[in-house]
């Protein structure tokens, strides 16, 4: 797969030659420092998606806990409703 991604990029920038120079230059030019700078960036990116990840779960956490809190006391707030059907019934 390298040696196919690699002859491919020899290709490719072969053929921008032929076409124009000094676009090619440019581009190369820029490519370069993009992919020198990529794993850097890369590293970092994973660290803040990890970090906002945990903030999600926590908020995500709370809600749902929120949530259910909710349906505890509503269920104690209908239980003396509750109560007297159940007394009706037996």
């Known amino acids: 797969m390298l040696i196919q991604m690699a002859t ?3 290709v490719v920038i072969g053929i921008m030659f032929v076409y124009d120079v000094v676009t090619t230059l440019v581009a190369v030019a820029l490519v370069i420092p993009g992919a020198m700078v990529s794993p850097f960036y890369t590293k970092i990116n994973r660290q803040l998606t990890q970090v906002h990840q945990r903030a999600r779960a926590k908020a995500n956490a709370s809600a749902e806990e929120s949530l ?14 509750q109560h007297e059907k159940f007394a009706i019934l037996n």
């Not at 259910?68 to 409703?81: G, L, P, Q, S, W």
């Open 8 to 10: 491919f990029a020899v």
């Open 68 to 81: 259910a809190n909710i349906r505890t006391v509503k269920a104690f707030a209908e239980e003396k409703a």
